[in-house]
């Protein structure tokens, strides 16, 4: 694995060739911006400078002052303000992005920007590191978990973090906490009910005693599961998405067995209200996994 100490978009270019963040990459040795592998018009030298500056602190507080001294001497006599506004905006127009709701970058009233996409390194010599630190320099120190599920991620055909917006934390674990709810009830509520759940079955006559055994053995799986989560939720375990990640094959199947269970009360529900269900279960798997990766997969931005 690759170990970074700090790095610098002056670098030779054998060291550093391009940088992602989202659909985007920036070619570090020629200034050009690409979109989906196609050229985008060519920005302008201060705008590009600011770029350059908030990829060197991703996720950090870039001040404005930090910028005004890297943009502009001190004997030089602009209007900053106007200047550096006209620039932002110009990186905003080019990424499709807006102050009131930014993707990549965040304004800090009166203070500076800052860069919340997550940023992948490609250099000659690596085939990718993400950052998905307060900066890469802390790379070397970031959960190797983390990186290989990011990379792992990018073959499949399931949402990458990449793709999905990002979402308040606090939505985000309210959201998952209630998933987690739901299945424990669904759980705790068929086991006291077994003796009804016995005699919904008994037409099924062969089958009535498998099925009715996988219900209490899935269930005594999932409670302990349910019961974590829903720690891990409450105390803001900065881990969960990783744990998640590495039990989503496991509970992908519990899930889906589980989202057959309105069928059991087909005669209360109806037959179409059941599929209907059924179909909305079938998906929540994928919804919880989403879920962690808006709001917990990235460390979330700071002040």
Known sequence: MMSVERFALTEPKHEMKKIRFGVFELDTATGEL?????????????????????LEHPRELVTREKLRDRLW????????????????????????????NPRYIQTVPRRGYRFIAPV????????????QGPSVGNIATSSRAEILDSQAARFSILS???????????????????IQLMYLIFYVFSLARLSQVEVILGASRGVALPILVLLIVTAAIGIPIRLYLLA?????????????????????????????????????????????????????????????LMGFSVKQPSD
Do not use: C, M
């Not at 889906?256 to 069928?263: G, I, K, N």
């Open 160 to 178: 990458d973090s990449h793709e999905l917006p990002f979402a308040s934390k606090t939505a985000v674990r309210i959201l998952f906490s209630l």
């Open 232 to 292: 891990a939720t409450a105390f803001n375990y900065r881990g969960l998405n990783i744990k998640f990640q590495t039990l989503f094959p496991f509970l992908l199947p519990l899930d889906e067995l589980w989202a057959l269970a309105p069928f059991l009360i087909t005669h209360r529900l109806g037959f179409g209200l059941g599929i209907a269900a059924t179909a909305a279960l079938l998906f929540l798997p994928f919804s919880q996994r989403s879920l962690l």
């Open 73 to 100: 001497s001190s004997d030089t006599f602009v209007d900053f303000d106007h200047g550096l506004n006209t620039a932002v905006n110009q990186l905003r127009s080019a990424f499709g992005d807006s102050a009131a």
């Open 34 to 54: 690409w979109r989906d592998g196609k050229a985008q018009p060519q920005l302008r030298d201060q705008a590009l400078q600011i770029l350059r500056t908030l």
């Open 120 to 131: 992948e390194i490609t250099s000659s010599l690596s085939p990718g590191v993400l950052a």
